[in-house]
C-alpha cells in the first residue's frame, strides 16, 4: 500500500533535519524560510521486532519490513490560505498526503529564526500550532465555500449528494468556529461523505516536539488533544550516520531505548489505520501493509492483484503461535494452522499463505 504522511510545519522549526533523519537521505536544511519548495519524498521502514523472529526460525535470504512514505513539505507561515509564502503550493502538497505529521519548535537556539527577522530562545509551542491550525483551517473554508454553490444544485437534482450537501453545510459552521473538521461528530455515512469533500482537517495528525537533547525525558501537555512525541531532531541526525553499535551506545547514554525515528514510523503506522501480516519462507520474511478490518482476499490482493481475484482460501497461524510452535511444520502439529475464506478479517501478525485460482 502507498501511504504518505506530511510533515509540516513553521519554517525553521527543524522539518528537514527530522526527514533527512527518517529517511537517511540528504536534503537541505537551512536557517531560513522557504529553504525547502520542492517537498522530497522518502520512504521509512516500520521497526517491528517480530520480523527477526521469524526470520531465526526459517532463516531466510532477507528481511523485508513494511514501509511508510514521509514528503518533508516547505514551512507554512501565517497567509498561506491567501498564497503568502508560496502557501497555495504548499497547502495543494498537503493535500495529496494521507495524513500530517506536525513539527513543533520546542528547542531553544538563538541562532536560529523563529520567524522572519526574528531570533532568541522564546519559544511558543501552542501558538505555533494553532498558527498553523489556522491556516488549515481557513484553507478548507475557501474549499467549501467554492463547494458549496455547486453540491447544492447537485442535491436537488441528485437525492444520494443531500447527505455530502448538508454535512458540507454543518462543517462551515465547524470550521469557524476554530474547529478541525475530523473532530466534528459525525455519522458513518456523514463521514464516508466529508471524505469526498478532501479537506484537510480531515486528515489525521500526530506531532512532534522538535526539543533540545535535555529535555528527552520531558512530559509535555497535549496539542489539540494529541500528545506530542518528544524528538530531538539534531540526535536522530547524529544517530543516523553510526553503525548499529555505536548507535546503541549513544541511545544508552542519553537513557534512550529506541531512537525517536522508530517511535515515530510505529505511530504514524499506527495513525493511518494500518497494521502487518507475514509472509515467512526461504526466499524472505516480509511485512505486508493493509488497513485494519481489511479482509483475507484484501490481503491477499496487497501481494498482487491477482491473488485477490483469484482467492480460494488462507492458511493462516497467529504470530504467538508461529514463534512457540518453532513455525509452520510445529503449528500444523497442533493443530494452529486454520484454513480461512473469504470472509475472514486480518488479525495484526497473523503469519499466512494464501491459495489462488490464476
Known amino acids: 500500500m502507498s501511504l504518505s504522511i506530511g510533515i509540516v510545519g513553521l519554517p525553521n522549526v527543524g522539518k528537514s533535519t527530522l526527514f533527512t533523519a527518517l529517511t537517511k537521505k540528504g536534503g537541505l536544511a537551512a536557517n531560513y524560510p522557504f529553504a525547502t519548495i520542492d517537498p522530497n519524498v522518502g520512504i521509512v521502514d516500520v521497526p517491528d521486532a517480530r520480523l527477526q523472529k521469524l526470520a531465526d526460525i526459517v532463516n531466510p535470504g532477507r528481511i523485508v519490513p513494511a514501509t511508510v512514505e514521509f514528503v518533508d513539505i516547505a514551512g507554512l507561515v501565517k497567509g498561506a490560505n491567501e498564497g503568502e509564502g508560496l502557501g497555495n503550493q504548499f497547502l495543494a502538497n498537503i493535500r495529496e498526503t494521507d495524513a500530517i505529521c506536525e513539527v513543533v519548535r520546542y528547542f531553544k537556539d538563538p541562532n536560529v529564526m523563529r520567524e522572519v527577522g526574528r531570533t532568541g530562545e522564546f519559544v511558543d509551542p501552542v501558538a505555533d500550532a494553532d498558527t498553523i491550525m489556522t491556516e488549515l483551517i481557513l484553507a ?13 444544485k447537485e442535491s436537488k437534482r441528485d437525492k444520494e449528494l443531500a447527505p455530502k450537501f448538508e454535512v458540507a453545510k454543518r462543517l462551515v459552521d465547524w470550521l469557524n ?5 475530523a473532530t466534528m461528530e459525525m455519522t458513518d455515512e456523514e463521514r464516508l461523505a466529508a471524505k469526498g469533500l478532501f479537506l484537510l482537517t480531515m486528515k489525521p495528525i500526530l506531532y512532534v516536539a522538535n526539543v533540545d537533547e535535555d529535555m528527552l525525558g520531558d512530559d509535555f501537555d497535549p496539542i489539540d488533544g494529541v500528545k506530542p512525541i518528544p524528538i530531538c531532531a539534531k540526535v536522530e541526525a547524529e544517530l543516523s550516520e553510526l553503525d548499529a553499535e555505536e548507535a546503541a551506545e549513544y541511545l544508552e547514554s542519553l537513557g534512550l531505548e529506541q531512537p525517536g525515528l522508530d517511535v515515530l514510523a510505529q505511530a504514524a503506522y499506527d495513525l493511518l489505520g494500518l497494521q502487518s501480516f507475514f509472509t515467512a519462507g526461504e526466499m524472505e520474511v516480509k511485512a505486508w501493509t493493509v488497513r485494519k478490518g481489511a479482509t483475507a482476499p484484501q490481503a491477499a490482493g496487497v501481494i498482487h492483484t491477482d491473488f485477490e ?5 488462507a492458511e493462516v497461524i497467529s504470530y504467538d503461535d508461529y514463534i512457540e510452535l518453532g513455525g509452520e511444520q510445529g503449528a500444523k502439529a497442533a493443530g494452529k494452522l486454520r484454513i480461512e ?17 490464476v
Open 140 to 152: 478548507d473554508l475557501s474549499t467549501l465555500e467554492k463547494q458549496l454553490p455547486k453540491l447544492e
Open 177 to 181: 468556529d476554530g474547529n478541525r473538521a
Open 309 to 313: 481475484r483469484g482467492f480460494i482460501k
Open 341 to 357: 475464506g473469504k470472509e475472514y478479517v486480518m488479525a495484526d501478525g497473523d503469519v499466512v499463505h494464501f491459495r489462488f485460482n
